[in-house]
């Protein structure tokens, strides 16, 4: 059988390193794991934002909608059945606004980090990563991201079967049990 562990939280709170903090532990443990993260289903023609900070109008990365839902779904069914993993771990942002994740997932975790935490971590991603500059990191965070955040990602944290405290990191092995724990009462 192949369990599903889908992790949301608020950008920068930690998602993917504790995603793959979870792999790591497992796979040396012999368990087959896949990690798939939602930002690999976004669509080509996002939805649109006007900033309740300047009127403006931008791009919008943090709606739900700016994920192919269904076809993020059909993925994480599929790898479920193929029988190639023991663990399929799904993280993102808004995944737990999708009932249909929610159906599919086994283990529910929110991973927490302060708004000052993920801002400093996002950029400290997005200027590596994307090239993007601190000035339009910072300005497309505190005009849009943060407020689809407010809207979508923490209110999302309810569907939760509990909170992951990422401020300064987490102990995956005490994490890691509490799954196995949760999955063995299913």
């Not at 896949?34 to 900070?53: C, G, H, N, Q, W």
């Not at 399929?88 to 927490?112: P, T």
Request: with cysteine.
């Amino acid at each position: 059988m192949t369990y599903i562990i889908a992790i949301s939280g608020a950008s920068g709170s930690g998602k993917s390193t504790f995603a793959n903090a979870l792999k790591e532990y497992y796979e040396q443990k012999g368990i087959r794991v896949r990690v798939m993260t939602s930002d690999r289903y976004f669509k080509k023609e996002l939805p649109k934002i006007i900033s309740p900070a300047d009127g403006c109008e931008y791009p919008d990365w943090n709606h739900p909608d700016s994920i192919s839902s269904g076809a993020l779904v059909d993925s994480v069914a599929e790898a479920r059945d193929s029988g190639e993993y023991d663990y399929v771990i799904v993280e993102g942002v808004n995944i737990f606004c999708y009932e249909a994740v929610r159906d599919l997932a086994d283990v529910k975790i929110y991973v927490d980090a302060s708004p000052e935490m993920r801002i400093y971590r996002r950029i400290a991603r997005n200027v590596v990563l994307m090239g993007q500059t601190i000035e339009f990191i910072g300005e497309y965070y505190l005009k849009c991201a943060r407020y689809r955040e407010m809207e979508y990602s923490l209110p999302s944290a309810k569907y939760a079967d509990w909170h992951v405290d990422n401020e300064w990191g987490f102990d995956i092995q005490a994490e890691a049990e509490k799954i196995t724990e949760k999955l063995k009462n299913l």
